[in-house]
């Protein structure tokens, strides 16, 4: 198809280099400058107190629990994409417009709302709380909590990334390898997944890094136990509550670096072309 | 339907085993459909579809007088109040600012544009805690913008305004995103042609340009108001959280569960759950419509 922006991106001029100062000029009170002064903050007292912030136990078990809860929450949520989107391409079957809109689903909820949902089902005073006492199992306010809520909000990111870039590609190239002997193992292996690895790793990008930064439903869910169901981001929280300013920034100049991280690979895979336009749209 | 077809559904009908997949679907040699669509509506029900109907059970375990006693309270009115403002208002700021930035990066060649481009991504994946206390810093009264705008009588942290800019900021990649690729479909040929036709660039944006983008801005909005409606992360810091004055209504759900009272937060929360179903249905509306007017070639 035709590119008439590229034919038309001008120099801009007049009228035009106001509009792209007014731009710059918002992004830079809104965005830009609050990251410098994460940054900044987190150094302003030199190297020193950043690495003492980040080695302290608390941190560190900050980390783990961070980490644990994407090992657990990211691959899952992967392997569903993959099937969702491998039932939602390949076969027509009847529900499927509203199965689309069902995953999508947990993007319009709330993240407080997301980790209440959890609390309502598992809390003491929950629908299971009972049942869940009595056998003397911990979810809401442990581990399994914070795993559930962050699978929640993170649950759509590699469907809505795989769906429509296995629509655009069709069966053709699956229907070839069936006809010609191969089975349905090496028809995904062989076909299908060298055709959508870019967009299983894009999906993955986004769904680890907000997996990590998930505050809202975690924070609902999460005990706020100091070096036990504490994640990065809630305990910036706290940090920040104890007047911990320097440590506060440190653990969040952390999170900046991951964020940034997946950010640049997510441009980079943009930028190659290695995933249709159409999937770029979504979050 | 090709005779063929009608012929192979005629024996599938007389000789299926496997009734239901038959029936649900049409046949494919592909394998792996129950597996995978099993396996989907499973994950699905189990982590999202459940715990949503927990909720609305117990909100609508309570009568309707309860129901509007409950949000009606001075307090749950205030946060609902304030939340859904505020949420506006951000809203508001990013279509008006959201779409100039969205028209600046599809239409201008300059230095750092993709650099521009990347910012624009950033609230997407910055943590909400990060983004609260960094914009919480910035904009406190001795903070490096928020010391010069309390000097001129507008004290942004701790105050209603500091909650807009926070939701501004988690809100600002919607619009843009929405409208950017809009703007960069735009045939020249109609510029060209109210051009030539004698409109001023003036009236060819607000007559022709405009109308173009009409849908794609008000699917920004609505996306960029629902993400405001539920964002708790970024706003907690700036806020102050003072009940009837700058306490949204995800904090009120929060400061509910810590008094146990499951039932109260429970009905608030079904409450933002209808609000942004409604919300998303808009967008669904208003993108088929961006679809529709780009000459239904979304590729």
């Given at each position: 198809m035709s590119q008439p922006s590229l034919v038309r991106s001008e120099k801009p001029t007049g009228t035009g280099l106001l509009l792209l100062l007014l731009a710059v000029l918002f992004l830079l009170v809104l965005v830009v400058v609050p990251l410098v002064a994460v940054l900044g903050m987190a150094f302003a007292k030199g190297l020193d107190p950043f690495l003492v912030a980040i080695r302290h136990p608390d941190t560190l078990s900050a980390i783990k629990l961070t980490l644990l809860t994407a090992a657990i929450a990211v691959p899952l949520n992967a392997l569903f994409g993959l099937t969702a989107a491998w039932a939602i391409t390949k076969f027509n079957f009847r529900g499927k417009s509203i199965l689309i809109s069902l995953i999508d689903l947990p993007f319009t909820v709330s993240p407080v709302v997301a980790g209440l949902l959890f609390v309502l089902l598992f809390g003491s005073r929950g629908a299971l709380g009972g049942f869940l006492s009595a056998h003397d199992i911990q979810i809401v306010y442990a581990t399994p909590g914070i795993v559930l809520a962050t699978i929640f909000v993170t649950f759509p990111f590699v469907a809505r990334e795989l769906i429509p870039l296995m629509q655009a590609q069709g069966n053709e190239e699956e229907l070839a390898a069936i006809t010609l002997g191969a089975n349905g193992f090496q028809t995904f292996w062989r076909v299908t997944l060298p055709n959508i690895k870019w967009g299983i790793i894009y999906g993955v990008v986004v769904c680890t890094a907000r997996a990590m930064g998930e505050f809202g439903a975690v924070s609902v869910v999460s005990g706020h136990v100091r070096g036990k169901t504490n994640t990065l981001p809630l305990h910036v929280e706290i940090l920040y509550n104890d007047y911990q300013q320097i440590e506060a920034f440190s653990v969040a100049s952390l999170l900046t670096v991951i964020s940034l991280v997946a950010l640049i690979v997510k441009k980079l895979i943009e930028r190659k072309g290695l995933i249709s336009a159409r999937a770029r749209g979504a979050l | 339907m090709s005779e063929l077809a009608i012929v192979r559904e005629r024996a599938q009908k007389k000789s299926s085993l496997l009734p239901i997949p038959r029936i649900l679907r049409e046949r494919s040699v592909l394998?792996?459909?129950?597996?995978?669509?099993?396996?989907?509506?499973?994950?699905?029900?189990?982590?999202?579809?459940?715990?949503?109907?927990?909720?609305?059970?117990?909100?609508?375990?309570?009568?309707?007088?309860?129901?509007?006693?409950?949000?009606?309270?001075?307090?749950?009115?205030?946060?609902?109040?304030?939340?859904?403002?505020?949420?506006?208002?951000?809203?508001?700021?990013?279509?008006?600012?959201?779409?100039?930035?969205?028209?600046?990066?599809?239409?201008?060649?300059?230095?750092?544009?993709?650099?521009?481009?990347?910012?624009?991504?950033?609230?997407?994946?910055?943590?909400?805690?990060?983004?609260?206390?960094?914009?919480?810093?910035?904009?406190?009264?001795?903070?490096?913008?928020?010391?010069?705008?309390?000097?001129?009588?507008?004290?942004?942290?701790?105050?209603?305004?500091?909650?807009?800019?926070?939701?501004?900021?988690?809100?600002?990649?919607?619009?843009?995103?929405?409208?950017?690729?809009?703007?960069?479909?735009?045939?020249?040929?109609?510029?060209?042609?109210?051009?030539?036709?004698?409109?001023?660039?003036?009236?060819?944006?607000?007559?022709?340009?405009?109308?173009?983008?009409?849908?794609?801005?008000?699917?920004?909005?609505?996306?960029?108001?629902?993400?405001?409606?539920?964002?708790?992360?970024?706003?907690?810091?700036?806020?102050?959280?003072?009940?009837?004055?700058?306490?949204?209504?995800?904090?009120?759900?929060?400061?509910?569960?810590?008094?146990?009272?499951?039932?109260?937060?429970?009905?608030?929360?079904?409450?933002?759950?209808?609000?942004?179903?409604?919300?998303?249905?808009?967008?669904?509306?208003?993108?088929?419509?961006?679809?529709?007017?780009?000459?239904?070639?979304?590729?």
């Open positions: - | 394998p792996g459909f129950l597996p995978t669509l099993g396996f989907t509506w499973l994950y699905l029900s189990a982590l999202v579809l459940i715990p949503i109907a927990a909720l609305i059970v117990r909100a609508s375990s309570l009568s309707w007088a309860q129901i509007v006693a409950l949000i009606s309270a001075p307090r749950t009115a205030a946060a609902l109040y304030l939340s859904f403002g505020a949420s506006f208002a951000a809203a508001l700021v990013n279509t008006l600012i959201g779409t100039l930035v969205a028209w600046v990066l599809a239409r201008y060649k300059f230095p750092g544009r993709s650099l521009l481009d990347a910012i624009v991504d950033l609230p997407f994946a910055l943590p909400t805690s990060v983004a609260g206390i960094a914009l919480t810093y910035v904009y406190s009264e001795n903070g490096w913008l928020g010391s010069g705008l309390a000097q001129l009588g507008m004290p942004v942290a701790f105050t209603r305004v500091g909650i807009v800019v926070a939701l501004t900021f988690v809100g600002m990649p919607f619009v843009v995103r929405t409208v950017q690729p809009v703007v960069q479909e735009i045939d020249a040929q109609l510029e060209e042609a109210a051009a030539s036709l004698g409109a001023t660039k003036l009236q060819t944006f607000t007559r022709v340009i405009l109308p173009l983008l009409g849908p794609a801005i008000g699917a920004g909005f609505a996306l960029s108001f629902a993400r405001a409606v539920g964002e708790y992360g970024s706003v907690l810091f700036i806020a102050g959280n003072m009940p009837m004055q700058t306490e949204i209504a995800p904090l009120l759900i929060v400061s509910k569960l810590e008094q146990f009272d499951y039932a109260g937060a429970a009905v608030i929360g079904a409450t933002m759950l209808a609000v942004s179903l409604a919300l998303l249905l808009t967008v669904q509306l208003l993108e088929r419509s961006v679809e529709r007017r780009m000459g239904g070639d979304p590729s």
